[in-house]
């Protein structure tokens, strides 16, 4: 099984929308981080969390929320999607800022 | 504010030959630096990454990258490619004096290996 799964790994949905993305990792990792990828943009950092109770913003958070349930998952929500919220999403994890980032398969989200 | 520039978007090469794909960063403070792989329809996956000691770091799948804090370059290397290494290569960087954990990517690579 996999260590760090994402769902739904694609989706497709109308401006105005509310949208959930789910991360769960099986690591046993405190931390966690939100990215999105665009072409020729690289990876971006949305939101990233250090453990439960910490919840930080990343380079691009606007448009953007997330929760931490619990140490093995973190959701990532788009209250209002918009067209240029279409992206491929990545969900990663690590145990520490040297470590080794561990990410998910993506989620393709496509917004109309 | 750090940042990381990947110096070209596409690098096609034929089978067999050597490659290098090019990272150069700007950071005020020491940093830790990664190259991590997405091979078609899959999340990333680390490479090599370099935090210290040895400028010459190697990694999986027959990779290499040389740290030159000088010319704050990061370059990655192979002898020989094969088709299996046609993916998208990334180099990312992070800092000591952060919280600790953001990366920050540059834009990618393509690699294209042709037989």
């Known amino acids: 099984d996999a260590d760090v799964t994402q769902t739904p790994r694609n989706r497709i949905t109308k401006t105005g929308k509310r949208i959930m993305l789910e991360c769960s990792q099986t690591?046993?990792?405190?931390?966690m981080y939100w990215y999105r990828q665009d072409p020729g943009l690289g990876l971006r950092l949305i939101y990233y969390s250090f453990d439960v109770k910490d919840i930080n913003k990343g380079e691009i958070s606007d448009g953007y929320s997330v929760s931490r349930q619990a140490q093995a998952k973190f959701s990532l929500s788009l209250e209002s999607a918009i067209p240029n919220q279409t992206a491929l999403y990545f969900c990663a994890t690590s145990d520490s800022e040297v470590d080794t980032q561990y990410f998910g398969p993506g989620t393709r989200l496509t917004v109309l | 504010a750090q940042s990381v520039t990947q110096l070209d978007s596409q690098v096609p090469v034929f089978e067999e030959a050597p490659v290098e794909l090019r990272c150069n960063y700007s950071s005020s403070v020491s940093v830790y630096l990664f190259w991590y792989v997405q091979y078609p329809n899959q999340g990333l996956q680390l490479l090599l990454k370099?935090?210290?000691?040895?400028?010459l770091v190697k990694g999986i799948n027959g990779f290499e990258a040389e740290f030159n804090k000088s010319q704050t370059s990061f370059h990655l290397r192979k002898p020989s490619v094969h088709i299996s290494d046609t993916a998208e290569y990334f180099c990312?960087?992070?800092?000591?004096?952060?919280?600790?954990?953001?990366?920050?990517f540059g834009q990618g690579t393509e690699l294209s290996v042709k037989p």
């Open positions: 690591k046993g990792h405190d931390r």
């Open positions: 990312a960087v992070s800092d000591y004096d952060n919280q600790g954990g953001k990366l920050i």
């Open positions: 370099y935090l210290s000691g040895s400028t």
